[in-house]
């Protein structure tokens, strides 16, 4: 009895650049019992570089005035021996902003070092079996990177964020089509989290009714496959800066959905490592993919249908994440 009664220990989590626009909006969402389940406690261990410290009290006053039920503690702090020592989860937000004028290329160069550090971070102090998203941008490849540099943590255990890609593909469908967003099932979201990424509707069902057969091949290639690619740019072309609720709402998607499982019957995109065995995509990089969770385990649906056109798209899109791998100097081994 006096077992039964014992409290479970609080889930711990490391969040990267917490005092950021998407951190700031992301911590509210695992305080609140939105990602583990609203009887989980969780110790949040937030980390800022040095400069950022002030902001990232102001941050944690605020978490404080909350008074949130779940939240056992609030560690801030500038040290990766203190962020990511025995944690369960890491959402990696932190990262070097993409500004005017920069390349993907020039992005990827900045973000390659400090994700080395995550990853050198995670494989010293962090539990072995510690799950890992990877939100800040070049998603997938720092994801590679984070990933390549703790070699004793599975690489099953880390994801790169496509979630938001696969959110704002549902809802374009679902507006299109006057439903609910919860009425548009399966669509996936394969490749990159990129331009080059590949919103595809083929095996998507609207409120139970196959989504192709819907929606005709015009709005798909010249409307729906653009908005879908080009959004992020539009959010910031209308707000002056980077989406940051709604990537924060999407990580919050993906961690609940890897811990807590999927409902049966619907996938989800994930992307996740390429063994080379699921739909002809190269082994050794980070590749969305439609996924299930169950048990805090993800598996790859494999038998998807994927027609010619979106053939070539996918082929785009890994070509793309072979060449940052190469730029990013990640070997196989």
């Given at each position: 009895?006096a077992a039964?009664q014992k409290?479970?220990?609080?889930?711990?989590?490391v969040?990267?650049?917490a005092?950021?626009?998407?951190g700031?909006?992301?911590?509210?969402l695992f305080?609140?019992?939105q990602?583990?389940?609203?009887d989980?406690?969780?110790?949040?261990n937030l980390l800022?570089?040095?400069p950022?410290?002030?902001?990232?009290n102001?941050?944690r006053?605020?978490l404080?005035?909350c008074?949130?039920?779940?939240?056992?503690?609030i560690?801030?702090?500038?040290?990766?021996?203190?962020?990511?020592?025995?944690v369960?989860?890491?959402?990696l937000?932190g990262?070097?902003?993409?500004k005017?004028?920069?390349?993907?290329?020039?992005?990827?160069?900045?973000?390659?070092?400090i994700?080395k550090g995550m990853?050198e971070?995670?494989?010293k102090?962090?539990?072995k079996?510690?799950?890992?998203?990877?939100?800040?941008?070049?998603a997938?490849?720092?994801?590679?990177?984070c990933?390549?540099n703790a070699p004793?943590?599975?690489k099953?255990?880390f994801s790169?964020?496509t979630?938001?890609?696969?959110?704002?593909?549902?809802?374009?469908i679902?507006?299109?089509?006057?439903?609910k967003?919860?009425d548009?099932?399966?669509?996936v979201?394969?490749?990159?989290?990129?331009?080059?990424q590949?919103?595809?509707?083929?095996?998507?069902?609207v409120?139970g009714?196959?989504?192709?057969e819907?929606?005709?091949?015009?709005?798909?290639?010249e409307?729906?496959i653009?908005?879908v690619q080009?959004?992020g740019?539009?959010?910031?072309d209308?707000?002056?800066?980077?989406?940051?609720?709604?990537?924060a709402?999407?990580?919050?998607?993906?961690?609940?959905?890897w811990v807590?499982?999927?409902?049966?019957?619907q996938?989800?995109?994930?992307?996740?490592y390429?063994?080379?065995?699921a739909y002809?995509?190269?082994?050794?990089?980070?590749y969305?993919?439609p996924?299930?969770?169950?048990?805090?385990?993800?598996t790859v649906?494999?038998?998807?249908?994927?027609t010619?056109?979106?053939?070539?798209?996918?082929?785009a899109?890994?070509e793309?994440?072979?060449?940052?791998?190469?730029e990013?100097?990640?070997e196989?081994?």
């Amino acid at each position: 009895m006096a077992a039964e009664q014992k409290e479970q220990a609080a889930i711990r989590v490391v969040i990267t650049g917490a005092a950021g626009q998407i951190g700031y909006s992301i911590l509210p969402l695992f305080a609140n019992g939105q990602v583990f389940g609203s009887d989980k406690k969780v110790v949040l261990n937030l980390l800022e570089i040095t400069p950022v410290l002030p902001a990232l009290n102001g941050v944690r006053m605020e978490l404080d005035d909350c008074a949130y039920p779940l939240v056992d503690d609030i560690v801030c702090t500038d040290k990766p021996e203190v962020a990511f020592k025995d944690v369960d989860y890491a959402v990696l937000v932190g990262g070097f902003p993409r500004k005017k004028g920069m390349l993907r290329k020039d992005l990827l160069a900045k973000n390659a070092p400090i994700f080395k550090g995550m990853g050198e971070a995670l494989e010293k102090y962090a539990k072995k079996t510690v799950k890992v998203v990877v939100v800040a941008n070049p998603a997938n490849t720092n994801c590679l990177i984070c990933a390549s540099n703790a070699p004793s943590i599975p690489k099953k255990n880390f994801s790169a964020l496509t979630r938001l890609d696969y959110n704002r593909a549902t809802n374009q469908i679902a507006q299109k089509l006057k439903v609910k967003s919860t009425d548009v099932k399966n669509v996936v979201i394969w490749g990159n989290h990129s331009k080059t990424q590949v919103p595809d509707v083929n095996n998507a069902t609207v409120c139970g009714k196959p989504a192709a057969e819907q929606l005709d091949d015009k709005y798909l290639k010249e409307e729906f496959i653009p908005c879908v690619q080009g959004r992020g740019k539009a959010i910031i072309d209308a707000r002056g800066q980077s989406s940051a609720l709604s990537a924060a709402n999407a990580a919050k998607d993906a961690l609940r959905d890897w811990v807590q499982g999927t409902p049966d019957g619907q996938t989800v995109a994930m992307a996740v490592y390429s063994d080379g065995t699921a739909y002809d995509i190269a082994k050794g990089i980070f590749y969305s993919v439609p996924c299930t969770c169950k048990d805090g385990k993800y598996t790859v649906v494999k038998d998807y249908k994927v027609t010619e056109d979106i053939k070539k798209l996918m082929k785009a899109s890994e070509e793309e994440l072979l060449e940052e791998k190469k730029e990013a100097g990640v070997e196989d081994k």
